[in-house]
Each structure stands twice: as C-alpha cells, then as structure tokens.
C-alpha cells in the first residue's frame, strides 16, 4: 500500500460546479497535511494547510478525518484557472520528510 | 532572492556522465528540501537540510546520489555515471520553518534527460 493514495483522475467537470477529492494516508502517526496545486510543467505551489478542526480559504476547503486517515479538498464554483494537478501532501511525526502523493488531475471546461 | 532559483533549468547527460544540480533558496531560509519527480508522479523525497546538516537523506536513491550545502545556503544535488532511469524532474525547495508542518516553496526545477 502507498504512503499517500490519492484517485487520479482525471475529474471533468463544468465551470461552476462543486468537485471533492479525498486522500488517504497510511501513517497513523502524521502529524502535518497540506494541498498543493501544480500546473502543467510547473512546480508545486502550496493552496493550504489542513487542520484538524478543518479550514476554509474562498473557494477550497480542507478537512482531515483522523480516525479514517484521510483529508480531503472542495471546490466550490469551479473556474477554469482551476484545471490542476492537486497533490496530497503528509509529514510523517517527528521528522522532516514529506511525502506526496501521485496527484489527482482536474480539467474545468466552459 | 525573492523565490527559490535552480540551475540548469534543463539538462541533457549522456549515460555514465556526472552532473550537478544547484539550488539557491530564498534568503534565510532554514529548510531546504530535494525532490524527484517521475513524469506522471508526485515528488518523491531525496533529502532535507537544515542549514548545512544534512538531517535526512533516507530518499535518495543510490550511492551515485550525493547532496551538499556547505554554508548552510546554496545547496548542490550531485548524481554519478548518470543512468536512464535518473531522467526526471529534480525540484528543490526551502521553508523558513525548520519544523515540519509548514508549506515549502518550491523552485522551477531541473528537467534532467538521460540518453
């Protein structure tokens, strides 16, 4: 089993529509998660945090599932500057390496 | 510098070749990170610096791998009789925070092809 599992893809959905991927994590013991965005050729960027009591930014919202150790992201009113590769991103506890997952690709259309 | 630089952007080595990958994080920057990414895959962790420690090198893959970063600044991801299977994307990243549960910034990459 993958350290990080992620669907991927690709999601094709209409501009304005609502879209949701999960991720899983076989760690029990991560204690950091994040979402990045990366676009065709382009490096990562970092969309959020995910905190346990879950979080909103516009648009996108986080939110982590302990005990089912999985954290998912939601996008409201989909635009096409959102078609993306967005990565699933675990720290395991204690150190410092980060582990992504394959991504999961989504194409806004008009 | 404002973002995270890394030179070449490109990189073409016939197999056997040594090459060197530079990466200079934004200033002050802390943390710095060596990524591998396969096409198709999500970044897979080489290494981690914190300063000029090299606290993490669990990721790479070889001994043919080898990373430095003597003055805790720039860093350089140096690979040995370079083979097929090294053609990827190596992506360097740095964080201020030298904890682990903040976001990196990350820099343009290295398109590094094997023939």
């Known amino acids: 089993r993958k350290e990080v599992e992620q669907d991927p893809g690709p999601f094709n959905v209409p501009e304005g529509a609502t879209v949701a991927f999960n991720c899983t994590y076989s760690?029990?013991?991560?204690?950091?998660f994040f979402w990045y965005r990366q676009d065709c050729r382009k490096e990562p960027k970092l969309l959020m945090s995910v905190y346990s009591s879950g979080n909103e930014d516009g648009r996108f919202t986080a939110q982590l599932n302990r005990a089912s150790q999985y954290i998912s992201l939601l996008i409201r009113d989909s635009k096409l500057s959102d078609s993306a590769t967005y990565l699933c991103v675990v720290n395991e506890g204690g150190g410092f390496k980060t582990i992504f997952g394959a991504g999961t690709r989504l194409f806004v259309k008009a | 510098g404002a973002g995270v630089s890394q030179s070449p952007r490109y990189k073409v080595a016939k197999r056997g070749q040594d090459v060197a990958l530079r990466c200079d994080p934004i200033s002050g920057h802390v943390s710095l990170f060596w990524y591998q990414q396969a096409l198709g895959q999500g970044p897979e962790f080489l290494t981690y610096?914190?300063?000029?420690?090299?606290?993490?090198k669990s990721g790479l893959p070889s001994d043919r791998f080898f990373a430095e970063r003597p003055e805790g600044s720039v860093s350089t991801l140096k690979i040995q009789r370079t083979q097929q299977e090294d053609s990827a994307v190596y992506l360097c990243?740095?964080?201020?925070?030298?904890?682990?549960?903040?976001?990196?910034?990350f820099g343009s990459g290295t398109r590094l092809t094997v023939v």
């Open positions: 760690n029990s013991a991560s204690q950091s």
């Open positions: 610096f914190q300063n000029e420690a090299q606290l993490d």
């Open positions: 990243a740095s964080s201020s925070s030298g904890k682990a549960n903040y976001g990196y910034t």
